[in-house]
């Protein structure tokens, strides 16, 4: 007979199998990479990565194709392999990087079109790193017929979401007139937005930070823990460009213009809601 204790057991003991496998996975996947454990780590996520858990294959492509250093040797197969499983289950992070593996030809042979497909297939779900890849291809015209309006549109869109690389976009469309009318009031605007994201010198700071990490690495032994940060080093590099093109825009500009483009930052700020 079903008792509503038997319904509370079996619900607890459930719910503890699901919370143990995800600590499992903490520990015996992802930890081992953030603690630069590189082949240890690549032994972990394959069991879980075999069990069908799509983030566990993500993180053991990337682990194939973006280990570095010691005597490890990149396996690009391996990586495709287990990042197209995972994006056949329809993770939005599998099929992102399915688009930049086409896109960047290092991983597989160039292939924009297909690229095109799997942005699409993130985009679909509001991934914004996906609608901006979809901008790109439009505006230097990459396995599409060069829109820059269409560009423009994309950008936009991920940008209204406070999305740091689209709003760079936006900066870069006001700035070249590309899709839209030129207005470097605008262009200042954008720019300002993502720049203002961080005060110069904590960014420098950063800057100098990471490379002291790059220069201290051991290079006798495999590394990998920086995997883990791919998404924080696409926002640095959104930042610094912004910096760069907002100092260069300036000396464009009169102190009308660049006063008229600080006050649309606020208010595009506000908009957005940062």
């Known amino acids: 007979m079903l008792t509503l204790r038997n319904l509370m057991t079996f619900f607890l ?75 056949e289950q329809d993770y939005t992070k599998a099929q992102l990087a399915m688009a930049e593996m086409y896109k960047g030809g290092e991983v597989v042979p160039e292939n924009a079109r297909k690229a095109k497909v799997w942005y699409e297939k993130a985009a679909e779900k509001g991934n914004l790193d996906a609608i901006n890849g979809l901008a790109r291809l439009y505006r230097y015209g990459v396995g599409v017929r060069k829109d820059h309006e269409q560009a423009f549109a994309l950008y936009q869109q991920a940008a209204l979401k406070n999305h740091l690389a689209s ?67 696409d926002d640095l590099f959104a930042l610094g460009y912004a910096k760069r093109e907002l100092l260069s825009l300036k000396q464009r500009m009169g102190l009308k213009q660049t006063k008229k483009g600080k006050d649309l930052a606020v208010q595009l700020r506000q908009e957005i809601g940062q």
């Open 13 to 87: 003991m459930t719910t503890g199998l699901s919370v143990n496998a995800e600590m499992d996975f903490q520990s015996g996947c992802k930890d081992l990479i953030k603690s630069n454990q590189c082949i240890a780590a690549i032994e972990g996520c394959t069991v879980f990565a075999n069990q069908g858990n799509p983030e566990a294959q993500t993180l053991l492509g990337f682990l194939y194709s973006g280990t570095r250093h010691g005597d490890f040797r990149k396996n690009y197969k391996q990586s495709f392999n287990w990042i197209s499983m995972a994006a």
């Open 167 to 233: 709003q760079v976009g936006m900066g870069l469309s006001y700035r070249d007139a590309k899709g839209v009318k030129k207005n470097l009031v605008k262009a200042y605007a954008w720019l300002s937005l993502v720049s203002d994201n961080m005060e110069d010198r904590a960014f420098k700071d950063i800057q100098k930070r990471y490379e002291q990490e790059r220069e201290n690495q051991d290079k006798t032994i495999p590394q990998c823990k920086f995997i883990l940060k791919y998404d924080e080093f």
